[in-house]
């Protein structure tokens, strides 16, 4: 882990793939954020950027790797900063990066997870298909 705890971060240039406020509903009885609930939502992002490389559907293959640094609290501002990192002939890979804004009061940002996604592009069947400029 290559940052501190504590260690606030500047979120990324740009806007995020999503950005949403986990609710009590999806937290322990502590108030910490179910990972569950953090990976459906890193999913979603990373297909955001999926679809729109692929201009259609797209299905997720694999989460090559998935490293939480910092929890999730309720009431924290939750930003996935999503980018395609590689594409092959029908698939997509995308880094997704996650940051929690939290204490209003004294503001801070914090790393919480990142993430490797692997989707396909699939057409209106739910086959596989060949990625647009990939012919």
Do not use: C, H
């Not at 996604?117 to 069947?125: D, M, P, S």
């Amino acid at each position: 882990m290559s940052e501190q705890i504590n260690e606030p971060v500047v979120l990324p240039y740009g806007s995020p793939a999503l950005r949403v406020m986990p609710m009590p509903a999806d937290a322990n009885q502590y108030g910490d954020i179910f990972g569950g609930w953090i990976m459906s939502q890193v999913d979603i992002a990373g297909a955001t950027v999926a679809m729109r490389r692929a201009r259609g559907r797209v299905a997720t293959v694999s989460v090559n790797s998935f490293v939480f640094k910092q929890p999730v609290s309720v009431g924290d501002i939750v930003s996935f900063f999503a980018e395609v990192i590689e594409t092959g002939k029908t698939s997509i890979k995308v880094n997704v990066v996650v940051f929690a804004e939290r204490n209003p009061v004294q503001p801070m940002t914090v790393k919480v997870t990142e993430a490797t996604l692997t989707y396909v592009a699939i057409n209106q069947q739910g086959g596989k298909r060949v990625l647009a400029g990939s012919e």
